[in-house]
């Protein structure tokens, strides 16, 4: 299934920073391996449903950054969520490169420290090529939060 629905937060606070560092990845579907995948991008093309990123577990290949854990910069997979060992390669493609900084000077400096990219709690990035991303961002208007509302209404509902 896809990316959102296979991790919990540990704790609310991390929700914009674990939202940035996902991004679009968020919704990228997994699956058992690549001859599913490939299954399933056959019925999206014969059935003209659109497209969507697959995420073979049996062909990720993962590289997880080590920093040593401070009160300013740490691993952002190994504190702000939680999944299942059988998802693993795919949490760790998507958060394994990331972390997690006090502020946005913290953060860049850490992003070239590590060459990783280094999101600050309100979701502020900087990327390990040098960018830097940020801004205002309505609380409302947020991806996991409306995932964590269908979820709710759901459970309501069984």
């Known amino acids: 299934g896809p990316v959102v629905e296979n991790f919990e937060l540990s704790d609310m ?52 950054i080590t920093c040593s854990d401070s009160t300013e910069v740490i691993s952002l997979i190994k504190v702000a969520i939680r999944y299942r060992p059988e998802v693993a390669a795919a949490m760790e493609q998507v958060f394994g490169r990331k972390l997690l900084a006090s502020s946005l ?18 979701g502020d990035e900087v990327g390990r090529k040098g960018g830097v991303y940020g801004g205002y961002k309505d609380a409302k208007k947020s991806r996991l939060s409306a995932v964590e509302g269908v979820r709710r209404t759901a459970d309501e509902l069984r």
């Open 105 to 122: 000077a913290t953060a860049a400096s850490a992003a070239e420290q590590y060459e990783a990219d280094a999101v600050t709690l309100d």
């Open 13 to 64: 606070k991390y929700s914009a920073a674990v939202e940035a560092a996902a991004g679009n990845s968020l919704f990228n579907i997994i699956v058992d391996n690549d001859e599913t995948a490939a299954y399933l991008i056959g019925l999206l093309e014969n059935e003209r449903l659109g497209r969507l990123t697959f995420m073979p577990l049996n062909r990720i290949k993962t590289k997880v």
